[in-house]
């Protein structure tokens, strides 16, 4: 017949709390020396009995000075300042909190960007017929097509460009004959005007 769950509350008899602490206490300690060992962590656990009496257990490898030193210097905080208040506590937390985001986040950020960079001189490289080895014959069509239709953006820019060349001179060619055509006319005009006076004269 399975075990109905156990209900936790206060033990009321004195005797039996006494007990009850003495052997989850000892199976804490015990729990924390196996994390201890196990692990190789660092583990500090402070117990109080209803009594008042201290109990206590701290990995071998540390002390609990040195256990709390290492606490506030993480934290960033002093226990031992009578100013210490527990909202001291919370926006540097906060801060961590985010600043570790933030860290995580353009880490993450800065390894898709290697991976795009990688990629693109990939891309690049297999254009110009390098690290082709790896590609498959579909991979060769996609990227035969891919070429050709590049190529032909390239032609239809160096068209467009040779079309601009071509209309900027014959601006220039008529604009040139425009200027030539109209020092002639005033060339013939003066002429005139000396053949002119020149028979008035005579």
Known sequence: MARGKIQIKRIENTTNRQVTYSKRRNG???K???LTVLCDAKVSIIMFSSTGKLHEYISPSTSTKQFFDQYQMTLGVDLWNSHYEIY?????????????????NMQDNLKK????NRNLRKEIRQRM????????MEDLKLLEEEMDKAAKVVRERKYKVITNQIDTQRKKFNNEKEVHNRLLRDLV???AYVFVDFNICN
Do not use: H, M
């Open 28 to 30: 804490l300690f015990k």
């Open 189 to 191: 005009c003066i002429l």
């Open 113 to 116: 960007l290697k991976e795009v």
């Open 88 to 104: 001291c506590f919370l926006p540097w937390k906060l801060e961590y909190i985010i600043s570790s985001f933030l860290r995580q």
């Open 129 to 136: 017929g390098d690290c082709l080895n790896d590609l498959n």
């Open 32 to 34: 924390a020396n196996e």
